[in-house]
């Protein structure tokens, strides 16, 4: 059985930075893209960042230049850095693992104070 868990998220200052993390475990087949989405209260789930499995990545607006997602696929891990946080970057964030099936992490809160 494939599980994600993630680490990483915590409280910070508005300016400051985290690195979140989401280690997979189990069998996975055929991995493919792995990433980050986020859903801050009242707010629909929204894509943060998508790495795939050649490399590209891509970003959502608000958070380009300030955010970075990389991996490690001989660890199954993928990793969001995370810098000049904004109080608006505030929300739990889940990890997601493309592969034979699609997976998902039970999420970490980040929480950035003004």
């Known amino acids: 059985q494939v599980q994600l868990v993630e680490s990483g998220g915590g409280l910070v200052q508005a300016g400051g930075s985290l690195r979140l993390s989401c280690a997979a475990s189990?069998?996975?087949?055929?991995?493919?893209?792995m990433g980050w989405y986020r859903q801050a209260p009242g707010k629909q789930r929204e894509l943060v960042a998508l790495?795939?499995?050649?490399?590209?990545?891509n970003y959502v607006d608000s958070v380009k230049d300030r955010f970075t997602i990389s991996r490690d696929d001989a660890k199954t891990t993928v990793y969001l850095q995370m810098n000049s946080l904004k109080p608006e970057d505030t929300a739990v964030y889940y990890c997601?693992?493309?592969?034979?099936?699609?997976?998902w992490g039970k999420g970490t809160q980040v929480t950035v104070s003004s």
């Open positions: 189990g069998r996975l087949f055929s991995l493919g893209a």
């Open positions: 997601y693992v493309r592969a034979r099936y699609e997976y």
């Open positions: 790495i795939t499995s050649g490399g590209s990545s």
